[in-house]
T-cell receptor, first 113, second 116 residues
């Protein structure tokens, strides 16, 4: 499988701070880049997604920044809250080919109150 | 968003028995479903791609005779773990493509299998 590299593996942020998680991909055919949030014992839930035609997408406190030339994208969580504590996965897919998402290894975020 | 239902959410079985997990798309038709496996504190690893009416495509290293996948209708895919062993204990998650060429995947809640 084509790799999607995610960092950091774990992250501790104080309440109200900014959480930043980074991902890099290899396959230039990828054109769909979602972020998923997963709580223990639950399936992953789509948080926000971006396509290469824009460099940034914001939904509430969550922002994706996308750098096509560097093949990198990142998730920013503004005003982080204890309820944001979860595991976050970046992923990528070639949507035109209808292929499965390739996931990063995940980042465990802990927001301290 | 679209809803994908997975059943059972957890199951315990004895070694050597078979277990079937169902994945249903409740409010949309899914010609393609994907099955993932997730070990504790690890990422989701794609096991197979399930296309309605045809044989599933398995990822390298996944035993197709052990993990039987059937996608008999546009709203249902099943994963059967045959002759389960303790090392098959894992979290199995299905997902379905939400629309033509969107890439968006909707995930079920997952099924935790424990083999004694």
């Amino acid at each position: 499988q084509q790799q999607v590299k995610q960092s950091p593996q774990s992250l501790i942020v104080q309440k109200g701070g900014i959480s930043i998680i980074n991902c890099a991909y290899e396959n230039t055919a990828f054109d769909y880049f979602p972020w998923y949030q997963q709580f223990p014992g639950k399936g992953p839930a789509l948080l926000i997604a971006i396509r290469p035609d824009v460099s940034e997408k914001k939904e509430g406190r969550f922002t994706i920044s996308f750098n096509k030339s560097a093949k990198q994208f990142s998730l920013h969580i503004m005003d982080s809250q204890p309820g944001d504590s979860a595991t976050y996965f970046c992923a990528a897919a070639d949507s035109q080919a209808g292929t499965a998402l390739i996931f990063g290894k995940g980042t465990t975020l802990s927001v301290s109150s | 968003g679209a809803v994908v239902s997975q059943h059972p959410s957890w199951v315990i079985c004895k070694s050597g028995t078979s277990v079937k997990i169902e994945c249903r798309s409740l409010d949309f038709q899914a010609t393609t479903m994907f099955w993932y496996r997730q070990f504790p504190k690890q990422s989701l690893m794609l096991m197979a791609t399930s296309n309605e009416g045809s044989k599933a495509t398995y990822e390298q290293g996944v035993e197709k005779d052990k993990f039987l996948i059937n996608h008999a209708s546009l709203t249902l895919s099943t994963l059967t773990v045959t002759s389960a062993h303790p090392e098959d204990s894992s979290f199995y998650i299905c997902s379905a493509l939400g629309g033509t060429n969107t890439g968006e995947l909707f995930f079920g809640e997952g099924s935790r299998l424990t083999v004694l």
